[in-house]
């Protein structure tokens, strides 16, 4: 594929007109063809050419406009992973993963997780600014008044088994939320979305803490409006009715800065998950628990959790040479989990943070821990090994984030949920973009079959 110095020429045959979307609120300026630009696609075994737009964004890869190319060419694109494919436009988050960039809003992480908190955050990612004094209260007021759940979601909750892992839970209970309230299902509403969207803010840390009060047999605890966010989620967690929860503010602030740094990370898995699923229309009570569903997995949102099981196989600092030399043979399927990032070919910047908030944590907590131990002396050769330096095998937030929320006390099964539970408004942002989007249509991915090509029916007596 060449780049042309002119404008697109019209291609040999047309594509077909899209089908009109139906009618959306809308939207703010889309990205547009770079002036002057395109790209020309040549059929080596025909010499046929054709011409296609290209798009620019205000950061990152230009992009090659391929919405007519099956149209025109009776070509698809293959692109398993959809690792070099645009699905969408987005405001909401950019990340450079080779200069170690994460901006939401335009704001970098680093200065997010430092200076703000989780509701404004929550916020910048909704709304696209960051909020007044006025706006903020009013948006804390909200969200505090949604909190509480209904009554009787707490007998969804008996139908689970006591060791049924939360995510598990958390699946069944986040898509029921839709038979409970009915008053803000309709997605072309605006007022039903707002509604709908502070809902699954507000509810989310409550069912996670009511998904772990009922793995362990104790009382469910209801939110309180006069504590902040994170300290809600901790006393939810936490406090029974025998005897006062006191919050620790620096466990707090480290519960503030996990929500903040996995608040959203452009377009991975569970939020390409919740789009698609919301391209259909489907209720965002239905998406957001399609995304959570998508988070479970290992190589998702398991991957803390990944890291602490690979720490429990581990089990002793005499043994982490061993793995380490595991870790560098080609030929073993053995990985160090909670090193290097898909994404992230420098430093992962959340990771400093985390780096930071794991030793804030660990020396309030005055924890003694043989597998924190085993954890730190992992990092410490990690970050000064040839080996993982020439790599860039750095330790990721999942490595960090792991230690710090074991430190806190927070059973290993639980720290998917609480990714859940921090990255639910970074879903709904995107989710609501989407439904705002004039442009945006069902997904339907294509294929590239390799299966059997049309035969005949062959009846059981002659098989």
Request: hydrophobic content about 40%; overall charge positive; proline content about 5%.
């Amino acid at each position: 594929m060449k780049k042309a110095a002119k404008q697109p020429a019209k291609s040999k045959s047309s594509a077909k007109p899209a089908a009109k979307p139906a009618a959306k609120p809308a939207a703010k300026s889309a990205a547009k063809p770079a002036a002057a630009e395109s790209m020309n696609l040549t059929e080596n075994a025909s010499g046929q050419n054709w011409t296609l737009p290209v798009m620019s964004g205000t950061l990152g890869p230009k992009v090659i406009d391929v919405r007519k190319l099956y149209g025109d060419t009776d070509y698809f694109t293959y692109d398993p992973g959809f690792t070099s494919t645009a699905s969408c436009q987005s405001k909401i988050t950019f990340i450079d993963g080779d200069k170690g960039i994460l901006l939401h809003r335009g704001y970098d992480i680093v200065d997010l997780a430092e200076k703000s908190d989780s509701m404004e955050v929550a916020y910048l990612l909704l709304n696209g600014e960051l909020p007044n004094l006025q706006q903020k209260t009013k948006f804390e007021y909200d969200i505090s008044r949604h909190t509480m759940v209904h009554e009787q979601i707490q007998f969804f909750y008996r139908g689970f088994r006591r060791d049924a892992h939360p995510m598990a839970i958390m699946c069944g209970v986040v898509g029921g939320l839709a038979a409970f309230y009915h008053d803000s299902l309709d997605i072309n509403d605006p007022h039903q979305r707002m509604v709908a969207s502070y809902r699954l803010i507000a509810k989310m840390p409550t069912l996670a803490a009511m998904a772990y009060k009922y793995s362990l047999g104790q009382p469910f605890i209801h939110p309180r409006n006069d504590l902040k966010y994170a300290e809600n989620f901790l006393h939810m967690m936490y406090a029974v009715p025998a005897e006062e929860y006191k919050i620790s503010p620096v466990l707090s602030r480290a519960m503030e800065r996990i929500l903040i740094l996995h608040a959203d990370h452009e377009q991975n898995a569970s939020t390409s998950t919740v789009r698609l699923a919301g391209s259909s229309g489907a209720n965002p009570f239905a998406c957001i628990a399609a995304g959570i569903a998508s988070l479970w997995g290992p190589a998702h949102g398991g991957a803390n959790e990944a890291v602490l099981n690979m720490l429990h196989e581990i089990g002793d600092k005499k043994r982490i040479p061993e793995f380490i030399k595991r870790a560098k043979d080609p030929k073993d399927n053995f990985r160090l989990m909670g090193f290097g990032h898909r994404v992230y070919k420098n430093y992962d910047p959340r990771a400093k943070i985390m780096q930071r908030t794991t030793r804030e944590v660990l020396n309030e907590l005055g924890v003694k821990d043989d597998l924190l131990d085993v954890a730190l002396e992992l990092e410490r050769i990690a970050l000064h090994d040839d080996y993982f330096i020439e790599k860039q095998l750095y330790p990721n937030i999942d490595f960090y984030s792991g230690i710090t929320l074991k430190a806190m006390n927070f059973p290993t099964a639980m720290f998917t949920v609480l990714f859940a539970v921090a990255r639910t408004v970074g879903w709904i942002a995107q989710w609501k973009e989407m439904i705002e989007d004039q442009g945006s249509r069902i997904g339907r991915p294509r294929q590239l079959y390799t299966g059997e090509k049309q035969r005949d029916y062959v009846p059981m007596s002659k098989r």
